[in-house]
């Protein structure tokens, strides 16, 4: 079993809709978690860190499920600049500062 | 600042050649990673550094594979020799842990072709 998994869809939306993505991990001693952002051909870059007491940032929200072990980033009134690839990434933060990422997510926004 | 720099951004190289992949991590970072992504395996860690010691190099696939830090502001990937199954992207990405919640920043990749 991977540590970090994701659904790696394609999820194909319409402009405006809201659509959710989840990832669970397998280590329950987890410490911090992230959503990166990946556009084609282009290097991850942050797009918010998740806190246990879930978090907003615009159309973003981003949630945190210890017990289940599971995080989501949920996008609203989504645009076609949105269309990405979005990883889940853990950290183990005894370990060292050892990212762990999942294997993607790819949406697809469509006119 | 500049980011994390690597280089070079394209490898084009021939089945048994050596190959050296470099990163210049972003100033006053003490970690450092390196990540290699391909369609089939995703993003995965090859090694990391803290405070330029290898901490876990448990993903680097065999022996034909060394990374080095001599120092805060350097470090190499080298492949030898290298095989059509290392083509990839290549990203290293740095971080400074000052807590929990950092964020790491990747450098733009090297594109690796190994015919």
């Known amino acids: 079993r991977k540590e970090v998994e994701q659904d790696p869809g394609p999820f194909n939306v319409p402009e405006g809709a809201t659509v959710a993505f989840n990832c669970t991990y397998s280590n329950s001693a987890s410490q911090s978690f992230f959503w990166y952002r990946q556009d084609c051909r282009k290097e991850p870059k942050l797009l918010m860190s998740v806190y246990s007491s879930g978090n907003e940032d615009g159309r973003f929200t981003a949630q945190l499920n210890r017990a289940s072990q599971y995080i989501s980033l949920l996008i609203r009134d989504s645009k076609l600049s949105d269309s990405a690839t979005y990883l889940c990434?853990?950290?183990?933060?005894?370990?060292?500062?050892?990212?762990?990422f999942g294997g993607g997510t790819r949406l697809m926004v469509k006119p | 600042d500049a980011g994390v720099i690597q280089s070079p951004r394209h490898e084009v190289t021939e089945m048994g050649q050596e190959v050296t992949l470099r990163c210049k991590p972003i100033?006053?970072?003490?970690?450092l990673f390196w990540y290699r992504q391909t369609m089939m395996r995703g993003l995965e860690l090859l090694i990391y550094f803290n405070n330029n010691v290898p901490i876990d190099d448990s993903g680097m696939p065999e022996d034909r594979f060394s990374a080095k830090m001599p120092n805060a502001s350097f470090s190499t990937l080298k492949i030898q020799p290298s095989e059509p199954r290392d083509s990839a992207v290549y990203f290293c990405?740095?971080?400074?842990?000052?807590?929990?919640?950092?964020?790491?920043?990747f450098g733009q990749g090297t594109r690796l072709t190994v015919v």
């Open positions: 100033s006053g970072h003490n970690s």
């Open positions: 990405a740095s971080r400074h842990v000052r807590a929990a919640y950092t964020e790491a920043f």
């Open positions: 990434v853990v950290t183990l933060n005894n370990a060292g500062n050892m990212l762990t």
